[in-house]
């Protein structure tokens, strides 16, 4: 069933609560192993987080990704049950939902200062872009000012005045430069999850998801992250 992952491939795990989600709380990254694989669960290495082991409670539901050559798996998760091989305590994650496949590349997240506008659907425009995937030809409202501060082939992290509600679809704009081509790029995407900045009152940290995204979307903003990263490499060197 999970022919896809290794044994001995790295996992980084999410606690997902209702708590989290209201009081704002960062999500706080744990790593984690593949030690064994089951018909219907996987057998990891107790997470960590800084070096410090992370005991998760039986009944957590975790968002996994299980990573894999050039491959990324991710799939929302329970812990099972926790137990101990020899010196290593272990946990027993039972996915869910289907493991998605994203390229590693799509991962790679570089650091930027892109001016964005944000555009949240109505329940209406929710409704139709679920049953259609599109948005309707008349889709026309005031947009919503952000700064985005990292993005991949999969997804951005922005900052704006506004909180936007997790599992939302927004429509996000923003100009990119691809090879001599200026692109600007619009794009749907599913909000993650949306809370304060640590740093300012005023300010949300959100982080998107693109969804239904054209494959040349996908490469161009590739393209992009990878031109971008060879720029910062040569400055680096002084070249």
């Known amino acids: 069933m999970f022919e896809q992952l290794v044994v001995g491939g790295k996992v980084e795990l999410f606690k997902k609560s209702r708590r989290i989600k209201e ?68 946990v027993e994650l039972r996915p869910e939902t289907a493991l998605v496949k994203f390229q590693r590349r799509e991962f790679y997240r570089l650091k930027c200062t892109i001016d964005a506008d944000i555009i949240p659907l109505t329940d209406e425009e929710r409704k139709n872009f679920d049953v259609t995937g599109k948005l309707p030809d008349n889709f026309v409202m005031p947009e919503d000012k952000g700064i985005i501060v990292d993005i991949s082939g999969g997804g951005l992290r922005l900052f704006s005045k506004k909180q936007y ?60 992250v990878f031109a971008q990263q060879r720029m910062i490499r040569k400055k680096e060197r002084g070249l």
């Open 165 to 224: 509600d997790a599992d939302s679809i927004v429509n996000v704009s923003f100009p990119i430069q691809v090879g001599d081509r200026s692109r600007y790029m619009k794009l749907m995407a599913k909000v993650v999850m949306s809370m304060r900045n640590q740093n300012s009152d005023s300010v949300y940290d959100s982080r998107l998801q693109f969804v239904n995204m054209q494959k040349e979307d996908t490469e161009d903003i590739v393209k992009y």
């Open 23 to 90: 009081s704002g709380e960062t999500k706080e990254m744990l790593v984690s192993q593949i030690m064994d694989i089951n018909d219907e669960t996987i057998i990891c290495t107790m997470p960590s987080r800084q070096g410090k082991m992370i005991v998760l409670e039986v009944g957590t539901m975790i968002e996994a990704f299980f990573y894999t050559g050039n491959y990324i798996y991710k799939s929302d998760c329970t812990v099972k049950s926790r137990g101990k091989e020899g010196n290593i305590f272990t």
